[in-house]
T-cell receptor, first 108, second 114 residues
Framework: QKEVEQNSGPLSVPEGAIASLNCTYS??????FFWYRQYSGKSPELIMS????GDQEDGRFTAQLNKASQYVSLLIRDSQPSDSATYLC????????FGAGTTVTVRA | DVKVTQSSRYLVKRTGEKVFLECVQD?????MFWYRQDPGLGLRLIYF???????EKGDIPEGYSVSREKKERFSLILESASTNQTSMYLC?????????????FGPGTRLTVL
């Protein structure tokens, strides 16, 4: 079983809609959770970090963590064409493990 | 400005060649990492280092070795390149800490082994 699994996508949403990305992880000892964004041909860059159960908001992005269910999600509100990218879920426990990524396309 | 640089953006090598990929960071970070990225498989950790002259195996170390002689430099070595090592290689660095800190990535090296 893969350590970090993401909904496979691709995900296509209209401009202004909410994009919802999901991630599950297998290691209950995981301490920290991250969402990275990767534009085509570019390197990943961090957009959200979350460490405790609940919601973490930053602008149009909200990360949600449920450790009991071993589940992390990312919501992108008011999606813009510039949000079109691959989103990588990453889980930290001594080392960082990445999911395969979900590609999001925002239709203008 | 935070910066991680990698020696080449594109590299073409022959099967059996010894290949060196260099990574340099200017942020005084303790931790450095080498990943490879393949379609559908995401980022997979090859090796990492939490201090100078220290290295630890990641999830897929077979066929690779690393060297960290200075804090700012982390080298990935393919002792005898094979076609299944054709991939995008990404270097990253971060501060140390129990919670795990943001990893800053270099631009990547696309390696093709013929």
């Amino acid at each position: 079983q893969k350590e970090v699994e993401q909904n496979s996508g691709p995900l296509s949403v209209p401009e202004g809609a909410i994009a919802s990305l999901n991630c599950t992880y297998s290691d209950r000892g995981s301490q920290s959770f991250f969402w990275y964004r990767q534009y085509s041909g570019k390197s990943p860059e961090l957009i959200m970090s979350i460490y405790s159960n609940g919601d973490q908001e930053d602008g149009r992005f909200t990360a949600q963590l449920n450790k009991a269910s071993q589940y992390v999600s990312l919501l992108i509100r008011d999606s813009q064409p510039s949000d079109s990218a691959t989103y990588l879920c990453a889980v930290y426990d001594y080392k960082l493990s990445f999911g395969a990524g979900t590609t999001v396309t925002v239709r203008a | 400005d935070v910066k991680v640089t990698q020696s080449s953006r594109y590299l073409v090598k022959r099967t059996g060649e010894k290949v060196f990929l260099e990574c340099v960071q200017d942020m005084d970070h303790e931790n450095m990492f080498w990943y490879r990225q393949d379609p559908g498989l995401g980022l997979r950790l090859i090796y990492f280092s939490y201090d100078v002259k220290m290295k630890e195996k990641g999830d897929i170390p077979e066929g690779y070795s690393v060297s960290r002689e200075k804090k700012e430099r982390f080298s990935l070595i393919l002792e005898s390149a094979s076609t299944n090592q054709t991939s995008m290689y990404l270097c990253a660095s971060s501060l140390s800490g129990g919670r795990g800190f943001e990893q800053f990535f270099g631009p990547g090296t696309r390696l093709t082994v013929l």
